[in-house]
């Protein structure tokens, strides 16, 4: 079984003084069992990586080409040299600020792999798309326009993030959640055959140190995409230890 990942998306928070949030962690976890992704802005990402912590520092964003005349965007080869390891893509609040289609995600997703850096793809449907019965169709168009030809599955992680979860306190029930992680399993294997068993599928969405446990424990859940409580040690510290 590949181990769970509890991963921190710090969205547009955090400062410098933020180092001392991940040092207390790693104090806490110097070998945890899951792997730990913390994502900060970009700017904090050296100040992370130089803690030399045993947790991956990752980015929330990357543009698809190595170099070029593309202002305020950063390549996924110079995140690789300055020690980031994964890089979240197509994440809602991209999709919805910055219009990211799934075909960006999917080049971004290239791009990301060939520098050597894990892509964890966010999926999700809108509360619309959940209350008009459409959410495996959107989350399963999500997958296949996002997920280009000559996808590495090795270094892919999923992430499901129900739009109306994120940062609202809602979740959906288990077995919502757990039926919306099996059809993705199955469009991974279907996919990439056996290696699409190993893939982790991870829950975002208002994952809280009272129920990260509960929903670690849903069959194919192998761990959460977390933005909120992974601000501070005394939130994020639990949710690394249920994973
Ligand atoms: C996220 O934005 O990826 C997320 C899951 O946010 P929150 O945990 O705050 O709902």
Redesign the pocket.
Known sequence: MPRKIAAG?W?MNGSLASTAMVEALAKAFPAPECEVIVCPPFPLIPALVNLNSPFTIGAQDCHFSESGAHTGDVSPQLLKEIGCGAVILG?S?RRADHGETSALVARKVTATQNAGLTAIVCVGETEADRDGGRTLKVVEGQLAGSLPDGTDPDALVIAY?PVW???TGRTPVNDEIAEVHAAIRDTLEARFGGQGKEIRILY????KPGNASEIFAIANVDGG?????SLTAEDFGPIVAAA
């Open positions: 998306n969205k994440h609040e993030e979860a994120i940062g975002g969405g208002s994952v995409l977390v933005g909120g409580a």
